[in-house]
């Protein structure tokens, strides 16, 4: 039988993790964001709990000597599970082929019995998520089994289900003749200026109606955005237009908004979700920088969200220098980057029965 859930352990640790700073909004390498932002919110939302990841660890009911293996389930356990999304676009380098795996991936993702991470990849294109309430459905009912929850549930009052979701967009960036250009990449230097993210820059420039991902990608900016961004310029303070940088990033962060609401839907009272929002930025022959753009969380009852926000109009910039070359810092009305507004949404808990 299962023990009542101990919702206040939890919750303490989810009042701690948003008292962490995060910074938003400016182009940084992708082992920054990873580290200083999003692993650092993770382990702090599971701090002082056995990390239960590994297959072997759910082998305790194997009539094989695979059991040996088997977790203490009556520890404060978490189950982890980890999806990322990204465009399907093959530019991506470094960044999205190696880092993430590295830094993010190997602490989070589920560990195969043979030893090889198991991620929910989704590859939209356009990136952020074509569905957020069927990425949250999938995320949710591939941890835990029915079997395996009971186990965890009747362990210890405090055990937890994790579900950590990080949604990307992307898009080109260039620096020729002294001006950086974003919203184009090249294959390779000497390889011919192209478009990135296709699918965003198809959808503003060239729309066309009986193309899904274009609607798709309308939808996610939303009507009075899609207008503008179709017909306006967004230009820095030093000129340079990033209006193709600013609609990945709406495309990012209603992403994460869209699948915070469906995993309301989608956890019970022991589940708790951590979700953020990137865009990586593709320069021809190097790694990917990573610009953070959104965090939230999805526990009792309550879901929080910080991001730099949806108002196309609002977003500007400037390029500074910043480890020996010109990186991007956006702006968004007169928000502080380092100290953004945190947004809390109420939903139903779902009570598992148990």
Known sequence: MSLPFDAAATQRRVDRCWQLSASFGMERNAYHNYLNEIVSDRYALISG???LRDELQFAAKSPTDMKACGADMS?????????????????????????????VASRFATLSEIGEL???????????????????????????????????????????????????????RLREG????????????????????????GALTDYRPQ????????????????QYLSSHRILTDDGVDITMAVAAIIVA???????????????????LAHLTASTTVN???????????????????????????????????????YAK????????????NDNLPIEELSYQVRDSGL
């Open 75 to 103: 520890l404060p356990s978490v189950v982890t599970t980890l999806a990322y999304t990204n465009c399907g676009d093959r530019i991506h380098q470094g960044e999205a082929t190696k880092r993430y795996r590295d830094v």
């Open 118 to 172: 198991k991620l929910e990849a989704f590859f939209p294109a356009g990136g952020g998520t074509d569905n957020g309430a069927t990425l949250a459905h999938v995320t949710v009912a591939h941890e835990l089994d029915e079997q395996l929850k009971h186990r965890i549930y009747a362990g210890n009052p405090q055990s937890i289900s994790l579900v950590a979701i990080d949604l990307k967009t992307h898009v080109g």
């Open 211 to 226: 193309n899904l991902i274009h609607r798709r990608i309308r939808n996610d900016l939303g009507e009075q955005n899609f």
């Open 325 to 336: 070359e010109q990186r991007l810092k956006l702006r968004y009305g007169d928000w502080d």
């Open 178 to 201: 002294g001006k950086q250009v974003y919203g184009k990449t090249r294959e390779s230097p000497w390889r011919e200026p192209r478009a990135a993210c296709g699918a965003i820059v």
């Open 283 to 321: 320069r021809p022959s190097r790694d990917d920088l990573v610009i953070y753009l959104a965090r939230a969380t999805v526990f009792n009852g309550k879901i929080r969200i910080q991001s730099l926000g949806l108002d196309a109009e609002r977003y500007g910039g400037q390029l500074v220098a």
């Open 253 to 271: 962060i209603r992403g994460v908004r869209n699948t915070a609401l469906a995993l309301a839907q989608e956890m019970d009272e022991r589940g």
């Open 49 to 51: 709990l056995q990390i």
